[in-house]
């Protein structure tokens, strides 16, 4: 089954995430879908996975989202240093390691984003700082993200760029981390057109930002995914 993450980011009203999520949870959803709302709210539906966009660190601080608040909205799965958070908050991949050492510890999942750089051989030096002697035991995901495309909000890459950026991240795994269980997904101004691309080249999903604010606006996506995950 195709995995999707849907990321609402904060510019997105906060009403219509919820009439969103309301509208989802009554449609057909036949894909592995994850949805992370600006503030994480309880995960009760049925037909996809609320998700967090962020996990604190250990050490005591403010204004951050726990491991105790995700339990109690029984949300398991979190954002661990997402792209556009650490460029626009300046966060260096010290902080990330840290907020993936607190999701190991409280068995969250964790959807590690990389693609700080565009240059191949950075793109795993940066996975390998954030994976370096993790005790990671559990399966995880890996965000690949073309954060220039988000940028500029349009698909900057070739078929060929993604191609080499999984093959290199798959035998970068393989080689380095043989016994993580992770999967793949590819971001970064992935739509109807993009998602069975990245399907075909061996991505195990897609990451989907704020460009859909309705499920009218999300539904030609949705079909494509839920027909690619049957
Ligand atoms: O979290 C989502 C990624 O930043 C992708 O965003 P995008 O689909 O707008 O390029």
Do not use: C, W
Request: glycine letters at 4%; hydrophobic letters at 40%.
């Amino acid at each position: 089954m195709m995995l999707a993450v849907l990321n609402f980011k904060n510019l997105v009203d906060f009403e219509e995430q919820l009439q969103f999520l309301d509208d989802l949870s009554h449609a057909d959803v036949q894909v592995d879908l994850k949805i992370s709302p600006t503030l994480p709210v309880p995960n009760d539906f049925e037909n996809f996975e609320i998700i967090s966009q962020n996990l604190t660190i250990k050490e005591r601080t403010v204004g951050e989202i726990s491991p105790s608040v995700l339990h109690h909205l029984n949300i398991s799965t979190s954002f661990i240093g997402h792209l556009e958070r650490r460029k626009s908050l300046n966060e260096g991949l010290l902080i990330v390691r840290k907020r993936l050492e607190n999701a190991l510890e409280n068995d969250i999942k964790p959807i590690i984003s990389v693609g700080q750089y565009s240059n191949l051989e950075l793109v795993t030096e940066e996975l390998d700082i954030l994976l370096k002697d993790q005790p990671i035991t559990k399966p995880i995901i890996i965000a690949y993200e073309s954060l220039a495309s988000t940028e500029m909000g349009r698909a900057l890459y070739s078929i060929d760029e993604i191609r080499d950026v999984h093959n290199k991240i798959r035998e970068f795994m393989t080689t380095h981390y043989p016994a993580i269980d992770y999967q793949l997904i590819l971001g970064g101004h992935m739509d109807e057109v993009g998602s069975p691309i990245a399907n075909a080249i061996g991505y195990d999903g897609v990451l989907i930002g704020d460009r859909y604010h309705t499920l009218a606006s999300f539904q030609p996506v949705l079909n494509v995914l839920n027909n690619l995950s049957r």
